[in-house]
């Protein structure tokens, strides 16, 4: 082997000035999906308005089917103005906020009973995959049977439509904790209390959010179902009614409405993800 070689692998001499860092060239490509894109949530409803206002403005779109946005924009003013959408969206988010409050408690009751105990796992697992199974508006005509057509019916069926996710997502957070956790927590003696609030608890909570995610999304899916059914009120009752006097403006203001609802619920539970997960260094930034 030649000096040249043997002077390049040779490390540094003691007090030799280290070699300088090669800096990384500018060409050079990130392999992760880069930083995050100011409101870029709002980046693809903005195209898609965009796009419904071209079509309508160019005449590509029959009016009649799918009226112009400035067309439904001023229907949305007049149902603000009279009261009507302030007094069905109240009821519609009441009825969405108690079927997620019983249904998020259901899934995480049950799925610390499962993860946290193989009897309970045995027990509980097999009924939740076998109502994952089946679609939760597919069980109205039981409920109806069960409940009647009042509030109780439609609350109930947006709860079993949001405590699957819930499971699901959180029960798969506790399988996954690393198991030396646990093996740590016996070596400094913690009890279960102390063990499920300091190990168990902050490993199933990315677990937890994801499935909020797809709960709260449930959540306006069943009841845009539960309030076609006998209902009074609501956005649901509202867009039915209007189907029966062909109001197309009407029913498009009810469908923007659910979207909006759903995209602000999945935005702040993102948020909180974001600020209870700091301690994570994912993709996401």
Same mark, same amino acid.
């Given at each position: ?9 040779? +490390? ?9 860092? &090669? %800096? &990384? ?8 999906? #880069? ?9 693809? %409803?903005?195209? =898609?308005? *965009? ?17 112009? +946005? ?12 009279? /009261? ?8 519609? @988010?009441?009825?969405?906020?108690? /079927? ?5 408690? *259901? ?33 109205? %005509?039981?409920?109806? =049977?069960?409940? #009647? ?11 079993? #439509? ?17 198991? &030396? ?20 608890? +902050? /490993? ?5 959010? !994801? #499935?909020?995610?797809? @709960? ?14 006998? @209902? ?13 006097? /062909? ?26 993800? &974001?600020?209870? =997960?700091?301690?994570?260094?994912? !993709?996401?930034?």
């Amino acid at each position: 082997m030649s000096t040249t070689a043997l002077d390049e692998q040779a +490390p540094p001499a003691a007090g030799a000035p280290a070699a300088p860092v &090669r %800096p &990384r060239r500018p060409g050079r490509k990130r392999l992760g999906p #880069g930083r995050p894109v100011p409101y870029g949530w709002a980046i693809g %409803p903005l195209l =898609l308005l *965009a796009l419904w206002a071209a079509g309508s403005g160019l005449g590509l779109v029959d009016a009649r089917s799918l009226p112009a +946005p400035w067309t439904i924009a001023g229907t949305a003013g007049d149902l603000i103005d009279n /009261g009507k959408l302030q007094s069905h969206l109240a009821t519609s @988010a009441q009825r969405a906020l108690l /079927g997620l409050l019983f249904g998020v408690a *259901a899934g995480l009751i049950l799925a610390l009973v499962s993860g946290l105990s193989r009897l309970g796992e045995a027990v509980i697992d097999g009924p939740v995959q076998i109502k994952r199974a089946i679609p939760s508006l597919a069980l109205i %005509p039981l409920l109806i =049977l069960w409940f #009647g057509i009042g509030e109780t019916m439609k609350v109930v069926t947006i709860a079993l #439509g949001v405590f699957v996710p819930v499971y699901i997502h959180t029960h798969n957070g506790l399988r996954t904790i690393d198991n &030396r956790y646990a093996e740590l927590a016996e070596t400094v003696r913690l009890g279960r209390l102390a063990f499920v609030r300091h190990v168990v608890l +902050p /490993g199933a909570l990315p677990g937890f959010l !994801l #499935g909020m995610r797809f @709960a709260v999304t449930a959540a306006w899916l069943a009841l845009v179902v539960v309030e076609q059914v006998n @209902a009074t009120s609501g956005i649901g009752y509202m867009m039915e009614l209007a189907r029966t006097y /062909g109001q197309t403006d009407v029913i498009i203001v009810g469908l923007v409405v659910y979207g909006l609802l759903g995209l602000v619920s999945d935005a702040l539970v993102r948020l909180v993800e &974001r600020r209870t =997960l700091t301690w994570r260094r994912t !993709l996401a930034g």
